[in-house]
């Protein structure tokens, strides 16, 4: 780039769905998804990555992907766990900042805008947290245990270690290789 001239293009953002027997919602994340993401960039992309659901997942899928050109589908003919369906979603993305959250519509996809206002320089991933979980009670301890755990291993300044709406700039992946194809990744 010459010294004085802006760059054109402007950021780019890649926000995938992992889906698993999701047919009912993901219809409505998608497009939540577009609508939000042509707010932020012109350059963004959708993407779902069926893995291997068994309802109508794929149909959805491939009929929003016919809808809006930005939308492309991956298709896992098997169930690769969350795991699997994330290192898709990663390594499919082609923009530099990347946004993910579950196709099953425990999140708004339209607060992906908030994280994007947070992404400044120097800041490699801003992570979202639940508000208010509608779990039983045994899994609301499970999961304050589970947090505080990785919490302290990792050194983690996160509010919810456990919370999957993210937004990451796609060059971590240049320092971290995922590996894990369950739940643990």
């Not at 992906?112 to 947290?129: F, Q, S, T």
């Not at 456990?162 to 894990?180: A, G, H, N, T, Y």
């Amino acid at each position: 780039m010459m010294r004085g001239t802006a760059d054109p293009t402007p950021r780019g953002l890649t926000v995938f769905f992992p889906a698993y027997n999701d047919s009912g919602t993901i219809a409505s994340m998608v497009i939540a998804a577009v609508q939000t993401a042509s707010r932020l960039t012109p350059n963004f992309e959708v993407l779902v990555i069926n893995d291997g659901s068994s309802d109508a997942t794929a149909e959805v899928a491939d009929e929003l992907a016919r809808l809006y050109p930005q939308v492309r589908v991956v298709h896992h003919e098997r169930n690769r766990g969350y795991g699997g369906a994330l290192r898709s979603g990663f390594s499919s993305a082609t923009k530099d900042f990347i946004f993910y959250t579950d196709g099953d519509a425990q999140y708004d996809p339209r607060e992906m805008a908030r994280l994007w206002e947070r992404m400044g320089d120097g800041v490699d991933l801003v992570n979202g947290y639940k508000i208010s979980r509608s779990d039983p009670l045994h899994r609301i301890l499970i999961g304050r245990i589970y947090h505080h755990t990785v919490k302290a291993l990792f050194r983690l300044r996160v509010r919810d270690v456990d919370c999957d709406f993210r937004l990451l700039r796609r060059s971590i992946f240049d320092r971290v290789s995922l590996e894990k194809s369950s739940g643990v990744i």
